[in-house]
């Protein structure tokens, strides 16, 4: 079934999720699970917000994504290595979960709600490689074709996508469109040919399916590197992560930890007891308790950090996810986040952030910068 999740529309429409929710609720839309609109529902919010609905066009989303320049003249000298940020993106049901339940040595997959994804886990995992034990950030993002805005974003804050393909099913849509975020945003592709454990496998096929849409493996001459793996049996993972670590090495990853710190907001939402709650990908700088950040029209001093596994931490340096405490609003997930000096500039910061999004929507209206709403078809 065709639809947009609220979280999706949410960032579409440049509102919080929370006031979509408030206002589906006060027209007596109920959700059972996923949170997915359908059309016509989709069409009366867009109606209430004067954003028209157009035909599908998913590369509107990469182009509301499209990488922005985080380092200023003054970093250049100070640059020092940082780790990898890696996306799993894929179609769904293709495995990334349990691949990463497998680096991680975890159990995510089977204790979410009907094995799907709904968020971006974002994991700090040490690898073993060149006989050291290096750090790297693991994205999780959900195949579910609701989904096209996480994954743009995914796209967008990371340095390396892995494209999980099940080798039992082949490219599908989700597939296709994992491989076009990954290439907008201008990532290296790493492809994992998963499930090769299945009666029915082909992962020759697979290859066969890449290549006549451009992607031509390395064994076969090309230039992407493709792993054969089983995720579930922990099959060639080695292999795989050696190969994200040599793709890795050669983009020379780096970012100024001493600084101030940005970056981008990859999930939020609001919590009974702690209030809005961020999680941020640190990408320039290091961001520590007490700072005072403005990430979208979001201000506050920063309470409390969390790490991956919701231990308290006092400081987070480049490419390092930390969940934030402290803001006095929830903030859009693909937001950018900065350390400022004072609460004052910060609220400045977020007015003008407002009002340049008002601007888009009176543009919106007027039917120059018309919002696509891209997973409907
Ligand atoms: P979404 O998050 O919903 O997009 O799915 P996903 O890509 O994260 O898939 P997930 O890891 O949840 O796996 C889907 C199903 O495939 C589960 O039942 C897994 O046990 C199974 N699976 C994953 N990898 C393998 C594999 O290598 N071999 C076999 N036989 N099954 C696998
Ligand atoms: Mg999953």
Redesign the pocket.
Known sequence: EKGMSTEELAYNLAIGEGELLGYLYSKGVRFHGLRTLDRDIVKMVCEKYNVEVLDVDPMKVEEMAKKKEIFDEDDLDKLKERPPVITIM?H????????LDYIRKSKV?AS?AG???QGIGAYKVQVPFDGKSLPCIFLDT???EAFGAMRARGARVTDIAVI?VAADDGIRPQTNEAIAHAKAAGVPIVIAI??I??DGASPDRVMQELSSIGLMPEEWGGDIPMVK?????GENIDDLLETIMLVAELQELKANPDRTAKGTVIEAGLDKSKGPVATFIVQNGTLRTGDIVVCGEAVGKVRALFDDRGIRVDEAGPSIPVQVIGLNNVPLAGDEFEVVSSLDIAREKAEARAEALREEHIAAKAGEGKITLSSLA
Do not use: M, Q, Y
């Open positions: 894929g769904v049901d293709h495995g990334k979960t349990t691949l997959a979410e094995g799907i994804t959900p195949g579910h999980v998963n499930k454990d299945k793996i089983s995720a579930l049996r």
